[in-house]
């Protein structure tokens, strides 16, 4: 990948095929609707994105995460992985991001920023 260009979403919430969760904890995935790789002339993409430590939760969690699924919609969920991703790429929009990330704390001010 040259400078300017930047990942798609599929690469930057990353494969979950490779999670393993604990005993006691689901796998949260992403849902793709079809309608995600049609070209569109839409200006707001019907896309659900959320952050999560991790893609692992409680059962109970996962089904309302799964509230979110909307009919005609993707959900991606982004864990602290794929927000590490988006925020580590260099940004001409945001030159100072880099600067910003090294004085702050891991957890919800990251996922802020996000």
């Not at 979403?9 to 006691?24: A, H, M, N, R, T």
């Not at 839409?42 to 909307?70: G, Q």
């Amino acid at each position: 990948m040259d400078s300017n260009s930047k990942p798609t979403i599929l690469e930057l919430v990353g494969d979950s095929s490779d999670y393993q969760c604990p005993d006691g904890l689901v796998l949260v995935k992403d849902s793709i609707d079809p309608s995600f790789y049609e070209k569109s002339e839409r200006k707001i993409p019907k896309v659900v994105h959320m952050t999560s430590k991790t893609r692992c939760m409680t059962k109970l969690f996962a089904e309302n995460i799964d509230k979110w699924r909307f009919q005609g919609h993707s959900l991606f969920l982004h864990d602290d992985d794929a927000v590490n991703r988006l925020l580590k790429l260099q940004w001409t929009e945001f030159p100072q991001l880099q600067t910003i990330l090294k004085c702050m704390l891991p957890g919800a001010s990251i996922a802020d920023l996000w």
